[in-house]
């Protein structure tokens, strides 16, 4: 069974759309994270979530909305796209404080934006 | 956040020890050591942690200076499979730390 799950894999849309990815878990982890890696392959936190409740917001646009109805999901709703968006965005979770198994990641998706 | 330095890329052979470097200078006392890699195309993969002893699992061992300035990731036997980018990362093992990524080394593994 797979952890740490986004849907969907690719996503291809044009400039000024506005598009989701899920991410669910089942790990039982209590904290989700938002990570965006860009074309010089850097990662970068940009949201997480602890028991439904933000608790990082880096200095991400506007346009960048995470929504977590439970503690086993988090979703990241863009609106009004832009070319820079372009980028794999991963979800990972992890029990609070790190835990032993630390982070795990799910499979990223892949934003295209033309 | 405390800063890691790693080699940008290293080479290894098949089926040979790989020493994996990190330098962390500016450690702090309630700093762990932890050690992710990225495969091509797929998420970053936790490979260890540790605070101040050596530590072993299935994947590999870390060793730990005592002064904990610096540390190695050591993989026993390199396969094609560990090719990959491994990032040294400083986190405090409090709630609403982060995880926050270096450029990290690019290890490639001949066959």
């Known amino acids: 069974d797979t952890a740490v799950s986004q849907t969907p894999k690719y996503l291809v849309t044009q400039m000024g759309n506005d598009k989701s990815i899920k991410c669910e878990q089942n790990?039982?982890?209590?904290?989700m994270y938002w990570y965006k890696q860009d074309s010089k392959k850097f990662l970068k936190i940009m949201f997480s979530?602890?028991?439904?409740?933000?608790?990082i917001n880096e200095t991400v646009p506007n346009r960048f909305s995470p929504k977590s109805p439970d503690k086993a999901h988090l979703n990241l709703h863009i609106n009004s796209l832009e070319l820079g968006d372009s980028a794999v965005y991963f979800c990972?979770?992890?029990?609070?404080?790190?835990?032993?198994?630390?982070?795990?990641f799910g499979s990223g998706t892949r934003l295209t934006v033309v | 956040d405390a800063k890691t330095t790693q080699p940008n890329s290293m080479e290894s052979n098949e089926e040979e020890p790989v020493h994996l470097p990190c330098n962390h200078s500016t450690i702090s006392g309630t700093d762990y050591i932890h050690w992710y890699r990225q495969l091509p195309s797929q998420g970053p993969e936790y490979v260890i942690h540790?605070?101040?002893s050596n530590v072993n699992n299935r994947m590999a061992s870390l060793a730990i200076a005592e002064d904990r300035k610096s540390s190695t990731l050591i993989l026993h036997r390199a396969t094609l499979r560990d090719a990959a980018v491994y990032y040294c990362i400083l986190r405090e093992e409090t709630s609403g730390s982060r995880l926050t990524f270096g450029e990290g080394t690019q290890l490639t593994v001949n066959p």
């Open positions: 790990l039982g982890h209590d904290t």
């Open positions: 990972a979770s992890s029990q609070d404080g790190g835990g032993p198994r630390g982070y795990t």
């Open positions: 979530y602890n028991n439904k409740e933000l608790i």
């Open positions: 540790g605070l101040t």
